[in-house]
């Protein structure tokens, strides 16, 4: 349930989501969106009626981090809470050989000693409005998927410069129920946020890679950030304010917050073709990166250090697709997924006005089909596997940006729209710091598995070598790029189309050499994927004509409210127990030896006489969460934090294709030991005064 | 460099070499046959002429270890030295939650704590004969793939069998040059072997993964057993007499060992094969074993314990492969290759004398392509990848053995001939622990390699699952099978065929559904093999016939002599030193502050002060070496053990496919430290003693 940038932008073609809700809903089951709340489902099981404020409150009190997680305010003086590893990528980029702030951990007690974080970017949602009809009668019937797409997009582009240019508010439309519906959503940016107070990775994430996706847990994942608007912390209007008590069993609670990707909605064909394609090799090239950063990070101590946060994330990523593979290779889940669309084909078949939703599975199906003809070359050259290298995207986004500036908006790559331009920049231009030997082992493992995906003896595969084996191919590259240097960057950048071409940077070369396949590539997966949308509008529309449309969309990395309660479970006959205490931190510590990753930070040992053991320390909770979530805050009915979302236990790991609460739970830090840990272990009761009090301390304004 | 037994089993059908020596030597080139050394070699660059008696001493001082390495006598009492790594198999079995001997060592101080290993056999070759001309008098010209190779298979047994019963010696016949020449090894094998001292695996291995093909080097690789006869200690006539300087910088040296397997007479089709199909595969399959073992491992230490040695093999082969793979797609290293191919095949083209050889690569390649086309099948089905246990494994053996024992001798396949019968008995009926959630952890993972290769919805496939997801059915098929309890092992093994056919043994019936399968694409295989044998002959022939036989043959994990100097090199500019200290291992330890794989065992700690610091701890040579060489002796000219060969360094993992000697070095651990580490940190002065004078002290006999 971690923090989803690296391998999110990796999920390309797999990534589609559909509009068929398969099986009646479970108890608490879904991720819903702010404008179509489960009232009805709130009301009868729990009694509980949101109001309107109620749900803007904890809207605009929810943040999204562009690095790929969740957060949310809790004080008016902008303080932002997340998880330490939401956190992790600015922790990493803040690091030099002499502070290594990931794995020491980081506190600020002045507002001059916050840190900005290089390149994080925070949004808050702050509208929504369908903009479903507009999107869809741009596209004409009978136009081939390609153009079709193009038409989508350029409407799409449309929307979204004309809400920047009236409110000035970085403006997304969204595609929801893969194409049922479309939302332009509308947020406030925060591109100046500080780093205030992160714990040490040992505790952060205790147990490692072992204990991920596990529970019992014990973990104190959280961080702090600040946002900042012109140099002075931000004054923010909604706030969460902190639970006296914090998470009780059996309580009802929501989670706010930014579910990344589920695969609920597709149908057989779809979750098929993941089964056998898409996450076998997707898994293979996770092991090959964990492998890799696995070894090059136990040659040296900064080696560990520049690595960490994407060995990470490839672990992590890994531990969840193998969940994730598991699910669909399990006949029972599938055996269900399967009834239900026979049940659903069959009523479509009986009904004359669900007609233009007939053949759907079939067209998706075929859509997919030609998509996995491409699938090899897409993840290779356009998803960029076989690149792998920081430099690498770099290089890219500079030729293609020099490249799509001169065309009409509409006609232009999707991410190269102007409404995005801001955002864009602030990332391409970062000063997070770059290491030529890191860069050089991922690259070199990169255009090995290039070899091994398009072939040795592949044309372009011989281009992209010229002549040199991939390891010795990668030196010279990460050698002679300028592209590492951010002003030479922002020269490149700045270009035009000719003067980039007779620029002779290596990178730049290669990412052109690259380029018109990839674009040839994506062009296809593109066109495919809007016929599939196509399809799954018309079965949604179906859907919604039987049963209504009070449902929810798959998740797409927006705002979502999720509920449910705080709870334990039964496991192979024993009560695992809904939460657990800073007394079994020591205690798991102690069976492990400490050895890593079971290790205590020194400041953990030496205050243990001072913590009140008993506090609650991790919980558990029936919501329904999915990565991406992380860093959501877990809120009861009055909307004050009780609690810190920051994994799911491996029961949850099928969550992507359907949901359960028999054992699937969302794994919490309590805010009781939040609060507890910033006294008495990290010395920091400002914080935990601004916590309480909604604002920062005078004595420290 | 490492053990190779878990994953040599697996190369299978990749394991061919071939009889074309497609360069001049270089300086110190070749892992020669005892009765053909390289007497002009050595003559003309050393001025060194080996005695028949200095060669017959070396041979039968040398001993092979059947678990995958090298080791020697080094007493008249039976000692044995080799690597700790090569004795982990061993101390993994003897290990227990209370006693885990693979990470804190052991230390037999009188004859009674001598701990018998389960299952280990050592072999001393004895005597070598060459059968050339009755093993291809067998085979009919004319006859097809599978037919020759039948025929060629029964004459072989047929010879060992004949052997066996006039000497009681174990008995191979070895292809040598990849069908070039056939010779019988005839070995005294030894099965009482006890483990006498082995240091702690932090020390052993020191540097773990990270510093694995490494130099710079640290390790005190060693281990000591010894054989038994007759529940004594063997008297043995040869053994290997300790050297009182050591290895000295320029010092011509030798190795005695059993290199496993090297492709340097590979034709292009054979090695564009392994860049482009087998590699990749056999890489992607071990990055997953690594990365499942290294999870698995995190979750307890008696996990980890469980695991260790495994895992350590995989990431072993996993560096090896990584190396091997780097050279193959290096144009400079197959540049020359091809080059060498095109001129033997004009030469061969231009002269009618060597007419048979003329299509020789064609046939090879169109061999290889047959075998391309089950070779999926082959390493899921045949070679076992796509099941991952060693209950598996044990009931497949069970199986066979019942089904090939009625067939006449020549039918049998060959691991079933009478002559390994005794061999075979003792490694399946061995009292090594195993442990039912660790097997179903592999099993569960090889179920899903399964889905993954021949795809989910594959007819075989769904018997193999039988309704059930891969980790439901690997933890019914551990849970219910009685293989895991040797006396059950021991009578289904007696069965007769249609007894075992009513057993109702699940892993049995496993075994039993995919062994026609199974069967099949091995047929295809062998007899595929069988052409390239052929067509590897005609090469062989032809080379010989124009350049004289004074060669040495690709290594086949059989007894070979190599021979180089004691040197550094430069690299990237910097002197590479010929040997390290003690004092540099502190150094090392203290730069990555103690933590693991970096950390010293707390007596290492304590006992600085004893040690003198300068001692010479590894060192690096020219000598041509490879995985299964671990263990060997390294000697001077008088046959006195100078080192002991642990590994190569990372510039020697391109050895497999050409020699060099400008950067690759095998490393050694330096015999002066064993000595000391044996005094001054073990307290073991007695096996000091029985190395310096050759037996053992009288006080302990």
Redesign the interface.
Known sequence: MKNMKHWSRFTGATALAAALLAQPLCADEGMWLFNDPPRKQLREKYGFQPSEAWLEHVQKSSVRFNSGGSGSFVSEDGLVMSNHHVGADCLQKLGTEQHNYYRDGFYAKTLEEEKACPDLELNVLMSIEDVTDRVNAAVKPGTSGDEAFAARRAVMAQIEKESLDKTGFRSDVVTLYQGGKYHLYRYKKYTDVRLVWAPEMQIGFFG???DNFEYPRFCLDAAFFRAYENGKPAKVQHYLKWSKAGAAENELVFVSGHPGATSRLQTMADL?YK??FSF?RL??WL??M??TL??WS????ENARRAKELLFSA?NS??ARDGG??GL????LMGKKQEAEEKLKSAVANDPKLAEARDAWKRIEEAQNKIKEVAVEYNALEVGRGFGSRYFEIARTILRAVEERPKAEGDRLREFRESARESLEFDLFSAEPLYDDYEQVKLATGL?YL??EL???NALVQKVLN??????RAAGLVAQTKVKDVNARKALYQSKPEELASINDPMIQLARLVDSEARRVRKIVEGQDELKRQAYAAIARAKFAMEGPSSYPDATFTLRLSYGAVKGYQENGKNVPHQTTFEGLYERAKE??Y???FDLPKRWLDRKDKLDLNTPYNFVATTDIIGGNSGSPVINKNAEVVGLIFDGNIHSLVLDFAYTDELARAVSVHSSSILEALRKVYDAPNIAEELTTGRRPASTL
Chains 1, 2 share one sequence.
């Open positions: 490692g890679d072992p098929t089964r056998d076998p898994l293979s092991n090959r964990e492998v696995n070894a136990g040659r040296s101590e672990q890994r531990k593979l598991a290779l399990d006949p029972k090995t070899c091994q072939g040795y003896t002549g040199k084996s991939p390891r010795d492990h030896n050895r890593p990753p």
